[in-house]
């Protein structure tokens, strides 16, 4: 197994970032919509609460990233979800932890961490296009943030 750990920090209060990302269904509320690299053209929502996947459908892509969420709880204001089904840039196996903390003043951290195995048990290609999602997860939120405040 490889894994990324990361974190970025935020102009927004801790509560405000935990209310997209608490609404596992509604991807689309906060991800950035200007950069061509994913592009989500629509969002199909199986299940509902814990264990509700959201099989997401992007631009340019042959199969959606089906996201299942596995945890959330509201007080450490943490959540888990893994990628089921057919994974993109060779993944196998995937599963991300993201908890956000308060910094003060109005501002937060995203601290996020992933566990994924590769089909080549080369994580290149995979560790390239999870970073990348990340970069637009943490571009989408700062935005809307800023445009939410």
Do not use: C
């Amino acid at each position: 197994m490889h894994q990324i750990v990361t974190h970025h920090d935020f102009d927004a209060p801790a509560a405000t970032l935990w209310a997209y990302l608490a609404d596992f269904a509604n991807i689309e509320r906060w991800w950035p919509t200007a950069r061509p690299e994913v592009q989500i053209e629509r969002v199909e929502l199986e299940g509902e609460g814990i264990g509700l996947v959201r099989h997401i459908y992007n631009k340019g892509y042959s199969a959606p990233v089906s996201e299942r969420l596995d945890f959330q709880d509201p007080e450490t204001m943490s959540y888990r979800l893994s990628i089921v089904g057919q994974r993109p840039a060779g993944l196998t196996e995937y599963q991300a932890t993201g908890r956000i903390e308060a910094l003060g003043d109005g501002r937060s951290r995203l601290h996020y961490h992933s566990v994924f195995a590769t089909a080549s048990g080369k994580p290149d290609e995979a560790e390239a296009f999870l970073r990348m999602a990340y970069a637009l997860m943490f571009e989408g939120l700062a935005e809307a943030a800023a445009r939410d405040a």
